[in-house]
């Protein structure tokens, strides 16, 4: 069984900064992928950056490219997201995602799935 637990989020000023981090403790195999997407009130979910766990290769949504940056420490367990430059419009439920099953990684297609961890930004 994997755990993935997200932590860091918190209620910041417009132009903030915070680091998100998401853990993985249980049977954690090496991941082929962890990512995170979030979700605002009223909106569907997006994804916001992916990680690929053999080569370090990142992708990042439009909306967030520039001011975010996803990594993974050397086990292979923990992804980051430092988030510079916070809008308004980051405000958002955000959720860790490991182990991409199929498809494209903006679709969501992942084995397994944290609780979130909310990141209000007011301007």
């Known amino acids: 069984q994997v755990q993935l637990v997200e932590s860091g989020g918190d209620s910041v000023q417009a132009g903030g900064s915070l680091t998100l981090a998401c853990t993985a403790s249980g049977n954690t195999y090496p991941f082929n992928s962890m990512a995170w997407f979030r979700q605002a009130p009223g909106k569907g979910r997006e994804g916001v950056a992916v990680?690929?766990?053999?080569?370090?290769?990142?992708f990042y949504a439009d909306s967030v490219s520039g001011r975010f940056t996803i990594s993974q420490d050397n086990a292979k367990t923990t992804v980051y997201l430092q988030m510079n430059s916070l809008k308004s419009e980051d405000t958002a439920m955000y959720y860790c995602a490991a182990d991409k099953a199929r498809g494209s990684w903006r679709d969501g297609e992942f084995n397994y799935w944290g609780q979130g961890t909310q990141v209000t930004v007011s301007s």
């Open positions: 990680y690929y766990s053999a080569t370090g290769v990142t």
